[in-house]
C-alpha cells in the first residue's frame, strides 16, 4: 500500500517536471468531471421539488450537465494519454542514459542484469500511472462531494457512500501485497523466455538454428519459461479476482444500506429520488476507483525496481583515455571465481613495457581471459596487485583504470549504425573527427573495403543497410581501437574470424605501430607470436612458461611445444 502511495506521488512528480501543462489540463479536466455527481444530484433535486412551478432553470442546468460529461470524460483522457506519452519517452530516455553509465564491473552481475531488464519492461507501465491517481483522486473528490450532498438529504446515507470506498481500498490492498511477492518470480521467468525468444527472432542466432533445425527445441523452452510465468500470474489472478469479489459484496452492501436509511429516515420524494441517482452515479465513481487503484497497484512494484536502479547508477563521468603507459604489470594475483572448487589464477606475475608486444597462451579454459579480466578490473582479486605505471590500480576509480586500456574481446560488438558512428564508439568524445575515423579504419586493414563507403552509410541489412561479413566486422571493431589508441592494447584473438593475409597484414601493423603503446594479445595460433616479446604460457591458472617465440619452441618438452605441436611448421621455421 504503501509502495503505491510513493508510486503515486512520485509519478505526479514526474508529471509536473516533465509535462506541466498538461498535467494541469488533465487535473481540471478531471477535477470538473469529479463533481459532476455532485451537482446532478442538486439540480435533480431542485428539478423534482420546481418540476409545477419553474423548473427551467434546474432543467438547463441538468441538461448542461449531462451534456458535458461525455465530451468531458473524453477529452480528461486524451490528456491523460498525451501526459503518458510524454513521460513514457522520459522514463526511456533516461533509463537508457542510466545503462549507458553502468561499469563493467556492475554489467558483470547478474542482479544488475535482471533490474535493468525490469526497468525497461517498466516503462511500458509507468507513464499510465499520474492519469490514474488523478482518476483516483477524482472518486474521492466526487465521493465527498457526494457525501456532503446526500449528508443534507439523510446523514447516515451519506457516510455509507463514503464508507462504500473502504471495501475497495482494502481489497486492493491486499492486492498490491500478493503482486509485490509475485512480479519478481514473473520476471524472472520473462527474462529467460525473452532470451530464448532473442535467439529465434534474431538473425544470427534464428539462421544458425533454422540450420541445424533446432529451433523447435528454443521454442519449447521459451514455452516452458512462459508456462511457468504465467502458472505465477495465474495464482495472482485468481487470488485477487476472490478478493475483488469479496471488496465488491461489501461495497455493495453498503450502497444498499445507503439507500435503505434513504427510504427508512423518510426523505422527502425529490430528496430521495436525486440521492438515489447520486449514489447510483457514486457507485460508477468507485468502480472507476478501483480500476484506477489496480493500475497503479500493478505498476508499484516494477516502478519501485525502476527508481531504485535509476538511483542506484552512479552518476555521468566522462571517460579519459591515457594514452601513453609506461608499464604494466601484474604482480602474483590469484582468483578463485565465487563457488568455483579450484583458482582460475595462482600466483599469475606479468609484465610489459611501452614498446613491447607480449602474448598470453594456453589452452581453453587455463585462465587467460580471467587473467586480462584481473588486469582491467573487471574482478577484484583475492590476493595480488595490479600495477599501472607503479600505481596500484585498486586505488583507482573504475572509470580511471578503464581509461589506460582499448580493448577487443573475443565477443566483440556488431553495431548496426553508421560506418562513422559505429567506428566512431571507439572513442569516448561526442564528436571524432571523420579523418581520425578513416585512419583507425586502415590500420585495422577495413580501409579496402570502406574506402568506397560514406561515413553515414548504413551498416547491417535489417536496416536496409550495408551487410558485411563476420571478418569485416571484426576489422571495424579492430579500427575502434586503433581510433581509442589507449596506452594498453588488449586484443583477444583479434584476427579469429579474419583471412590468413588479411591476419598477416594485421599483425604486421601491429608490430610496425607497436612503439607508443602496451599491446597484449590472446592468440591460439602459433605464427601470430613469431613478433611478440614475450610470450607467457599459462596452464590451470599458472604461468608454467615464460618466452619469445623461439626460445620457447626450444624447450621440445615444455607446455608451449606441446600446445603448438600441431603447428609444426612454425616450429620449423623457428628453428
Ligand atoms: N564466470 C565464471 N565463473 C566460474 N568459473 C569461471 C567463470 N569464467 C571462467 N571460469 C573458469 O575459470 C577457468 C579459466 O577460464 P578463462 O575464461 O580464463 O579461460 P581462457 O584461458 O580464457 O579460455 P579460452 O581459451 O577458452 O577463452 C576455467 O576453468 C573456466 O571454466
Known sequence: MLDSLGTARAALRDAARHTPGWLAIASLLLLAQAVLPAAQVVLLEGLIDDIGTDPWLALAGLTAV?????????????????????????????????????????????????????SQTATAVMDDVPGRTLQVLGAAVTSVMLCAVVWAINPISGLLVVAALVPTVLGFTVISQMEADGWPKVAAFDRRASYAT???????????????????????????????????????????????????????????????????GGASGAGAAAAVAGTISGLNAIRTCGYAFGTI??????????RRFLASVPPASTQTVRHGVGEVCLENVSFTYPGAAEPALRDVSLRAERGEMIALVGVNGAGKTTAINALIGLLGVDAGRVLIDGVDAATMSEG?????????VQEFGKFEFTLGESVGLGS??????????????????AGAFTRGLGLDEQLGQQWG???????????LALARICLRDAGIWILDEPTSAIDAEAEREIFGELSRTRAGRITIVVSHRAWTLREMDRIYVIDEGRVVQKGSYAELFAVPEGRFAEIFDGQSTERDEAR
Open 198 to 264: 532473442e535467439q529465434l527472432v534474431q538473425q544470427r542466432p534464428g539462421t544458425e538454428l533454422a540450420v541445424l533445425g533446432s529451433g523447435r527445441k528454443v521454442a519449447a523452452l521459451v514455452a516452458a519459461h512462459r508456462g511457468d510465468a504465467t502458472q505465477v500470474l495465474d495464482r495472482m489472478v485468481r487470488k485477487a479476482m476472490l478478493v475483488e469479489l469479496a471488496a465488491a459484496l461489501a461495497t455493495a452492501l453498503l450502497f444498499g444500506g445507503a439507500l435503505v436509511a434513504l427510504v427508512l
Open 66 to 118: 449531462v451534456g458535458v460529461m461525455y465530451p468531458l470524460g473524453q477529452v480528461a483522457l486524451s490528456s491523460t494519454q498525451r501526459m503518458a506519452l510524454r513521460l513514457r519517452l522520459r522514463y526511456r530516455s533516461d533509463l537508457a542514459y542510466a545503462a549507458a553509465r553502468l561499469t563493467p564491473s556492475m554489467l558483470a552481475r547478474p542482479e544488475v542484469v535482471t533490474d535493468l531488464e525490469a
Open 400 to 408: 580511471e583504470r578503464l581509461g589506460h586500456f582499448g580493448m577487443l
Open 428 to 445: 569516448p568524445a561526442d564528436v571524432v573527427p571523420d579523418e581520425d575515423v578513416r585512419a583507425a579504419l586502415e590500420s585495422a586493414e
Open 297 to 306: 497497484i500493478t505498476a508499484a512494484p516494477q516502478a519501485l525496481i525502476y
Open 465 to 475: 543497410g550495408r551487410g558485411i561479413s563476420g571478418g569485416q566486422w571484426q576489422r
